[in-house]
């Protein structure tokens, strides 16, 4: 199965936008990329998925890389309540479903006042 | 927020004692899954359902069974607890199968073995 590289943690300050880099070398062409992410004390919420083109939904943007070997998730506008674990999660689009999406250790992001 | 009720949402349990934890969803879903999440490991699978009495295994099913006898209720049972699963469990849920369904997860149930 293809692997997401992330850095375990990242900071940023409020309304300030957030970079969130995913790297995946190994993806195929027929992969998507997900990503989700987990406040503390809940369980993980759904942010946004995309193939190959540049997503954007009320949450997030997702810039994919030309290579489609790194993303990154974009958080424009920093709010405290944006200080979550942050999961980049490849699903093969041929192959299985929901049940093949591989939560890692995801990026810690401290969002600061 | 999808409706899905984990119940109880806290539990302390002797080892050797059987445990059974429900996820209610009302949302019609086909598709539901139980995972454990534990410090340094991540969120782990361990069985999921794909329709009333079809059930599969994940990546950590040993010692863990489930049921679903009806579409909204999915339950997982651990047959005679051990330390090694006290964890907090969750349960989502998806409309499909695909890559192309967004998985909603419930709040989670926090599970002690003693």
């Known amino acids: 199965d293809a692997k997401t590289t992330q850095p375990n943690s990242m900071e940023s300050n409020e309304e300030e936008p957030v970079h969130l880099p995913c790297n995946h070398s190994?993806?195929?062409?027929?992969?998507?990329i997900h990503w989700y992410r987990q406040l503390p004390s809940q369980g993980p919420e759904y942010v946004i998925h995309g193939l190959t083109s540049n997503v954007n939904n009320r949450m997030a943007s997702l810039a994919i890389a030309e290579d489609r070997k790194s993303s990154t998730l974009i958080l424009h506008r920093a709010t405290l309540r944006d200080a979550a674990v942050y999961y980049c999660?490849?699903?093969?689009?041929?192959?299985?479903?929901?049940?093949?999406?591989?939560f890692g250790k995801g990026t810690k992001l401290t969002v600061n006042p | 927020d999808a409706g899905i009720t984990q119940s109880p949402r806290h539990k302390v349990t002797e080892t050797g004692t059987p445990v059974t934890l429900r996820c209610h969803q009302t949302?019609?879903?086909?598709?539901m899954y139980w995972y454990r999440q534990d410090p340094g490991h991540g969120l782990r699978l361990i069985h999921y359902?794909?329709?009333?009495?079809?059930?599969d295994k994940g990546e950590v099913s040993d010692g863990y069974s489930v049921s679903r006898s009806k579409t909204e209720d999915f339950l997982l049972t651990l047959e005679s607890a051990t330390s090694s699963q006290t964890s907090v469990y969750f349960c989502?849920?998806?409309?499909?199968?695909?890559?192309?369904?967004?998985?909603?997860f419930g709040n989670g149930t926090r599970l002690t073995v003693t």
């Open positions: 999660i490849l699903s093969s689009g041929t192959q299985g479903g929901s049940e093949k999406l591989v």
């Open positions: 949302e019609n879903h086909r598709y």
């Open positions: 190994t993806i195929s062409g027929t992969d998507y």
């Open positions: 989502a849920i998806s409309p499909g199968s695909s890559y192309n369904s967004p998985l909603h």
């Open positions: 359902s794909y329709g009333v009495k079809d059930t």
